[in-house]
Nanobody, 126 residues
Framework: QVQLVESGGELVQAGGSLRLSCAASGRTFSSYLMGWFRQASGKEREFVAAISKGGGLTKYADSVKGRFTISRDNTKNTVYLQVNSLKPEDTAVYYC???????????????????WGQGTQVTASS
């Protein structure tokens, strides 16, 4: 089992940048592939990015490709989401998630993930 805690969300102006972090408990972080999702008010949770267990493979939603970067540091049990060129439509609660089962391509649906953090709010003001 793994517990996830996100941080780094805040209010920024459109065009700005943030780095979100997700710290995982336990000693088996490297055995999970990781994902970031977001949920805007009144909308369904949507996929943002995913990264393989070793960090060598990544996948992005089309809406964030070229602006967001997912990475992980298995020595620190942490996954990151670098968010650049923020748009007002990026405003949402951002969640990290962990999946124990290897999948290819990297999963983009919430049901494929086993553990979730509590979320961190990102707001991009226009």
């Amino acid at each position: 089992q793994v517990q996830l805690v996100e941080s780094g969300g805040e209010l920024v102006q459109a065009g700005g940048s943030l780095r979100l972090s997700c710290a995982a408990s336990g000693r088996t972080f490297s055995s999970y592939l990781m994902g970031w999702f977001r949920q805007a008010s009144g909308k369904e949770r949507e996929f943002v990015a995913a990264i393989s267990k070793g960090g060598g493979l990544t996948k992005y939603a089309d809406s964030v490709k070229g602006r967001f970067t997912i990475s992980r540091d298995n020595t620190k049990n942490t996954v990151y989401l670098q968010v650049n060129s923020l748009k007002p439509e990026d405003t949402a609660v951002y969640y990290c998630a962990a999946a124990a089962k290897d999948r290819w391509p990297l999963p983009t649906v919430p049901d494929s993930y086993d553990y979730w953090g509590q979320g961190t709010q990102v707001t991009a003001s226009s």
